[in-house]
């Protein structure tokens, strides 16, 4: 995989978290039209809990942030679609969502040009994500089990 050209995002992202030692940071190549690259890492809150979270670049201006939350009760799917919409309207930068088999994901899109794109933004949308889940993980996954009663 060595002769696989990375999209300028992929880079720069990259080159930025060996320079500052962000070694967490595990880079997965796709090898596809869009020349994609993932960086995978799990976000560990205070209490301990990983959280599975990527970073999806590729050639386009769209770029994601995606953490997994946990799962929810599928059975409960409309309860649970109430509590993820009324949720959705009081966040700005993040969107959660739900999967058909129940995985709660939380979402946090980029639009960045591939000459604009700035790997200090993106470091910095992580550490808000982080911020956002110290205070709100449980009470979202909490809620989201009690949409199965």
């Given at each position: ?6 999209n ?16 967490m940071f595990a ?5 596809d039209a ?13 209490s301990?809990?990983?959280l599975?979270a990527?970073?999806?670049l590729?050639g ?7 953490v ?12 649970v ?7 959705n309207?009081?966040l ?14 939380l979402n946090?899109p980029l639009?960045?040009?591939?000459d604009k794109f ?5 470091h ?5 994500i982080?911020k956002f889940l ?5 009470v979202i996954m909490?809620?989201l089990?009690?949409a199965?009663?």
């Open positions: 995989m060595a002769d696989v050209k990375l300028a995002k992929v880079e720069k992202l990259d080159k930025y978290f060996k320079e500052n030692k962000l070694d880079l997965q190549n796709v090898e869009m020349k994609t690259g993932i960086f995978r890492v799990n976000m560990e809150l205070k301990g809990e990983k599975p990527a970073i999806l590729d386009s201006v769209y770029s994601l942030i995606q997994q939350l946990g799962m929810a009760a599928v059975k409960g799917y409309a309860k679609a109430k509590i993820v919409n009324n949720l309207n009081g700005r930068m993040f969107k959660v969502t739900v999967t058909d088999n129940g995985d709660v994901l946090a639009i960045f040009a591939e700035e790997p200090v933004m993106v910095a949308i992580v550490i808000e982080l110290e205070t709100n993980h449980k909490d809620a089990k009690a199965d009663k």
